[in-house]
């Protein structure tokens, strides 16, 4: 997650390139859940809110144009700024299940409450995530998100136990 992202948001897409004359840009969506953007009427892109006036699917993308930049040319200036929404408007999870924007920061501790670093960043292998663990001295451990391995996940505490398989 972006370090300008504030807290109480959290990101669904990123802009990409412009499409057309009338200001339609190319929303990459960063959400496990890309139906959220039918329902949506604002968004914020930084500290801007803005205005969604037109939406359709486009392949894996979204084709979005707002009030605020009608033309092409002002429209563009938005490629590259992260799109977010209010942490409440977050989909509901079952039991177990984390968000990667609350996975990533996490202190990570073995069993004995040895500190091993802070997660990262989640890579999605497509079998399990996988959870990259920047060590003190800059080392990348690999920590399996297996429930033989992740013991417990306090996000309230802000850590992470494991058991690192041999």
């Known amino acids: 997650m972006s370090p300008s992202v504030p807290d109480e948001r959290i990101v ?3 802009v990409g390139a412009p499409h057309g004359v009338r200001g339609a840009l190319r929303i990459i969506p960063l959400t496990d859940f890309p139906e959220r953007f039918a329902s949506l009427c604002e968004v914020m892109a930084g500290d801007e809110l803005l205005h969604i006036e037109h939406m359709k699917p486009q392949g894996k993308n979204i084709l979005m144009r707002f009030r605020e930049y009608a033309a092409r040319e002002d429209a563009q200036r938005l490629t590259g700024r992260l799109l977010t929404v ?9 039991e177990g299940e984390y968000y990667v924007f609350d996975i990533v920061g996490l202190a990570v ?13 989640v890579l999605r292998t497509g079998s399990n995530d996988v959870y990259a663990v ?17 013991l417990q996940i306090d996000l309230n505490a802000g850590r992470m ?6």
């Open 86 to 94: 209010p942490r409440a408007q977050a989909a509901p999870l079952g």
């Open 12 to 14: 669904i897409g990123r």
């Open 109 to 121: 501790y073995d069993e004995a409450g040895n500190e091993l670093g802070i997660v990262e960043n």
């Open 161 to 166: 136990t494991v058991r690192l398989p041999e």
């Open 134 to 150: 920047r060590t003190e001295d800059g080392r990348e451990l690999l920590v399996p998100a297996l429930r033989a391995v992740v």
